[in-house]
């Protein structure tokens, strides 16, 4: 399909469990417009996973069914967007591979990321070959594709940067542009907090999940936290700090979001109220997105087709970037003759 730009985005999620709303909000309403205006490489990067959870690898593989469920039904098309796993298409570790021999150690080690992660996780051993390397694996996953355009949040610009300096490495060694250096495309990123007021993640069990039923949901929104200054009825409110109002700008028409912003300064509205006001505009714009995932539930073979086939277009550009990378590193083999 024509699109208005030619140049490619790639974009990966880590199969470690279900897909919350932060996800949902967060990462595929973006990757719905640019797949309309990009050539996009959507990617189950399961093999990411596997650097924090190579002890349990179980979560990894029913987590792809999962989150693709998950991408089709929020509306990743698979005739915009190349759809695949990133295990099924080698050439990534390959490139990986020819990319670690010209990258220094100490690049690595001074990601940002690396040492915070380490740091925070007590429980697993990151003390890995695996997890030192996994920004170079990412730099990998776009350099494959000849990516100009990596959508991330300002947490990730670190590991852009770092792609663009091996990169710029690989063509001053081999003298050649094949590899293009990417350009973070920086996202608004809505900023979804969890029922307890912190960022919406798994690790903190705050979540609201996309497969949770209506019930469920409805049962965490009433639980969540809302302004914790106010502790009465009467009480004013401050929106600003409630996670339910960041809802509501996401869901709420305009005039009501108006409406419940001034309503809550004033305690004209009480929290209760406040949220079976949310969870009717959240239900109907989750309802398309709920029965397109029953459906998709009952027939996973559409997903494992839509895999298979986007595995197969993803390999196809890879392994002719392979093609080039070898033959400029001086390393095609004899196959070739
Ligand atoms: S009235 Fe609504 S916006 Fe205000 S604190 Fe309560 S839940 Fe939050």
Known sequence: MTKPHKEVVVSGMRPTGKLHLGHFFGVLKNWRELQKNYICYFFVADWHSLTTEYAQTEVIQKSITDIVIDWLAAGINPDQAVLFVQSQ???????????????????????????????????KDLSTYGFLGYPLLQTSDVAIYKAKHIPVGQDQVAHIELAREIIRRFAHLYSTNILLEPRALLTQGAKILGTDGRKMSKSYDNCVYLSDSVETAHKKFMAYITDPQRMRRQDPGNPDVCPIYGFHQLVTPLGQVEEINKGCRSAAIGCVDCKKNLLTHLNASLEEFRDKRKAL????????????EGSLKASKVAAATLREVRSAMGMEGYASK
Do not use: C, F, G
Request: hydrophobic share 40%.
């Open 89 to 123: 298409v080698p050439e990534h570790a390959e490139l990986h591979l020819l990319l670690s021999m010209i990258t220094p150690l100490s690049w690595l080690e001074r990601v940002p990321s690396y040492k915070e992660l380490k740091q925070e996780n007590k429980i």
């Open 297 to 308: 539930e009952k027939n996973p073979k559409v997903v494992y087709d839509i895999l298979k």
